[in-house]
Nanobody, 130 residues
Framework: EVQLVESGGGLVQAGGSLRLSCVPS????????IGWFRQAPGKEREGVSC????????YYSDSSKGRFTISRDNAKNTVYLQMNSLKPEDTAVYYC???????????????????????WGKGILVTVSS
């Protein structure tokens, strides 16, 4: 059974930091690109960031670039999203998701879309207070 279990969410003040973690199981982790989406109340789901299976290619949305850093540890089967300088508009449910990384095309602006993913986590809430 495939699972992606997110942790690290919670309530933080604006300007603060959080680190999200995602631990997948049930598939060969180092064959998949993996990363994060988010959905804020009343807004469409947004691709936030991803990292390729070989940990070389990364993608960041305009809203996350410069403040968030994604990393993966293939030995620990874990992906992290370090979120700094958080803003109230970062408040959302954050979802871990993954896609089989054929030819390292899985992590890119035009492929990191919700409907294209192979597996999704249940999501974790991040709330940033002003």
């Amino acid at each position: 059974e495939v699972q992606l279990v997110e942790s690290g969410g919670g309530l933080v003040q604006a300007g603060g930091s959080l680190r999200l973690s995602c631990v997948p199981s049930g598939f060969i982790f180092d064959e998949y690109a993996i990363g994060w989406f988010r959905q804020a109340p009343g807004k469409e789901r947004e691709g936030v960031s991803c990292v390729s299976s070989n940990n070389i290619i990364t993608y960041y949305s305009d809203s996350s670039k410069g403040r968030f850093t994604i990393s993966r540890d293939n030995a620990k089967n874990t992906v992290y999203l370090q979120m700094n300088s958080l803003k109230p508009e970062d408040t959302a449910v954050y979802y871990c998701a993954t896609i089989r990384d054929y030819s390292l095309f899985g992590c890119a602006a035009d492929t990191w879309v919700w409907d294209g993913m192979d597996y999704w986590g249940k999501g974790i809430l991040v709330t940033v207070s002003s």
